[in-house]
């Protein structure tokens, strides 16, 4: 059964702190694996995407690792912002039929 | 990126009546929508896969007459409630692609039923 799993659940920072959130997933065969940022009352709004080959992926102050041999990715946020809390949420496409594994996500809050 | 619009962004309704929620794909054709559902604090669970002309595929311990999928266009699809009950309050989302590439999700659609 394809799973992903996160950790933490959850997650305070403070202001200008940096955090990393983890994804473990069991989907085979993979296409791809993407971070997705959900604000509160929002859909899911995607921060990266990163394929077989692609081991580190950036985009402005989230930075997303993958390594496809243990099957694991992080999410690292730098210098955190208070419009960062939100719950992240990791994402895995399967190469055959190509639907989406969900992770429960991580909620992160940034206090100030 | 694509834009996906989803209507009305919440309502709220009387038990036993139906609410229908529109999926739009504002920029580009959606061969195919997918319709969510999300409870507090998890994640979201796919409840339907739908593609232009054809029926949808429910997944597994979803009720197809229950929730009412029509996708007639490419650009819009609807999923209608029907009968809603109390725990049917959740947070709708639809998400939206062309052919495999990637898929984008709407805003979400908050429904409470009182």
């Known amino acids: 059964k394809n799973q992903v799993e996160q950790s933490p659940q959850s997650l305070i920072i403070l202001e200008g702190k940096n955090c990393t959130l983890q994804?473990?997933?069991?989907?085979?065969?993979?296409?791809?694996l993407r971070w997705y940022k959900q604000d509160t009352g929002r859909g899911p709004v995607s921060l990266t995407i990163?394929?077989?080959?692609?081991n580190t992926k950036s985009n402005g102050r989230y930075t997303a690792t993958l390594d496809a041999d243990t099957k694991q990715s992080s999410l690292h946020i730098t210098a955190s912002q208070l419009s960062d809390s939100a719950s992240y949420i990791c994402?895995?496409?399967?190469?055959?039929?190509?639907?989406?594994?969900f992770g429960a996500g991580t909620t992160v809050t940034v206090r100030a | 990126g694509a834009v996906v619009s989803q209507h009305p962004s919440r309502v709220i309704c009387k038990s036993g009546t139906s609410v229908k929620i529109e999926c739009r794909s504002l920029?580009?054709?959606?061969?195919?929508m997918f319709w969510y559902r999300q409870f507090p604090k998890q994640s979201l669970m796919l409840m339907a896969t739908?593609?232009?002309?054809?029926?949808?595929?429910?997944e597994q311990g979803v009720e197809k007459d229950k929730f009412l999928i029509n996708h007639a266009s490419l650009t819009l699809s609807t999923l209608t409630v029907t009968s809603a009950h109390p725990e049917d309050s959740s947070f709708y989302i639809c998400?939206?692609?062309?052919?495999?590439?990637?898929?984008?999700f709407g805003p979400g659609t908050r429904l409470l039923v009182l």
């Open positions: 990163m394929t077989f080959s692609e």
């Open positions: 998400s939206a692609r062309t052919g495999y590439e990637t898929q984008y």
């Open positions: 994402v895995v496409t399967a190469g055959n039929d190509y639907k989406l594994s």
């Open positions: 739908s593609n232009e002309g054809s029926k949808a595929t429910y």
């Open positions: 920029d580009f054709q959606a061969t195919t």
């Open positions: 994804c473990n997933y069991t989907v085979s065969p993979f296409s791809n």
